[in-house]
């Protein structure tokens, strides 16, 4: 396993160098630029602010010169947050999308593998319709309406939660919401592919080998039928971080909250290009380390599996 662990460590290099390359050549060929303005700027004006940002090299010196900040782990300066560097709202919204992005993977999974082994052990009874249908309503339902939703019953009419503010005023009751909402969707794919999942397996020889032996129930459902049922899961987490990485967007422009999510949309909105590429940078980074993370409890769930 350890030899698989550096090859692959060895192959995000590239990876991460492609989508470097590719993002950097796509942002600059996009219409528009950072500095456009209504109005016109003067000349003189515009040559000097591209001449502070090295903007007036020709672009492959550009290109050059980011992968050498890149490798030192510095983006640059915002090009529309004044006085701000890159770094510094990376470092600031970083910790907070974190928090719920964990909190709403975690809620996913432990509801979704809880409620798909209910579903199947209840099979065509109504736990079973009734946990499928909550996972066709989520399934179904974007993120931009089941937030609002929930701050409007839960939150404004109920007043259980916070609507909008973030741990500062409101402690852990202010992830409750956020995270529930990014959750749900996941939740309801982990909780369909876990009772399918669970049923296949359920139908196996080894699981009627295990029962015939007198074991408990309890201990063929938690030793037996678990570790295999869980590998679409396992499998599922790499796409489902991407879901969350992404669908974290929605969620912090609906609560409010101060992660990495909303001022990426800002800086797609406003072209800044030293904004969006050092998000993308960091995205593309949890990204692939997730996708690692996975392939290697895989191995460890499935024997089955060499990583020679």
Do not use: C
Not at 32 to 51: C, M, S, T, V
Not at 111 to 123: D, E, F, H, M
Not at 170 to 188: D, E, N, Q, R, S
Request: hydrophobic fraction near 50%; charge should be positive.
């Amino acid at each position: 396993m350890a030899r698989f662990f550096i090859r692959r460590m060895l192959s995000l290099v590239p990876t991460l160098f492609i989508i470097v390359t590719l993002s950097f050549f796509l942002i600059r060929v996009a219409p528009g630029g950072p500095f456009n303005r209504e109005r016109d700027i003067p000349e003189a004006i515009l040559q000097n602010i591209l001449k502070r940002y090295h903007m007036d090299e020709p672009l492959m010196k550009q290109y050059t010169r980011y992968l050498g900040d890149v490798l030192r782990w510095d983006f640059g300066p915002s090009l529309k947050y004044r006085d701000r560097s890159v770094n510094e709202m990376i470092d600031n919204g970083m910790p907070v999308s974190a928090i719920l992005g964990v909190s709403a993977l975690s809620l996913a999974v432990f509801l979704g593998v809880g409620v798909g082994i209910i579903s199947a052990l209840k099979q065509n009874k109504w736990p079973d319709y009734t946990a499928m249908s909550m996972a066709v309503v989520g399934i179904s339902v974007p993120l931009f309406v089941i937030g609002p939703v929930l701050q409007l019953f839960l939150a404004i009419r109920l007043k259980w939660f916070p609507p909008g503010q973030w741990l500062d005023d409101h402690g852990l009751k202010a992830i409750i919401l956020p995270a529930v909402t990014l959750a749900f969707p996941y939740f309801a794919y982990i909780a369909r592919l876990t009772r399918a999942s669970v049923l296949e397996v359920l139908r196996s020889d080894y699981i009627r080998t295990a029962r015939a032996k007198g074991l408990k129930e309890s201990v063929v459902i938690a030793k037996h039928v678990l570790k295999g049922a869980l590998l679409p899961v396992v499998t599922y987490l790499g796409p489902a971080l991407s879901g969350i990485v992404t669908g974290s967007v929605v969620v912090e422009t609906v609560f409010v909250i101060p992660g990495i999510g909303r001022p990426f949309v800002q800086a797609a909105i406003n072209r800044d290009y030293t904004l969006i590429m050092g998000e993308v940078i960091v995205y593309s980074l949890i990204l692939v380390v997730a996708n690692l993370v996975v392939d290697l409890v895989y191995g460890l769930l499935d024997p089955r599996i060499s990583y020679k």
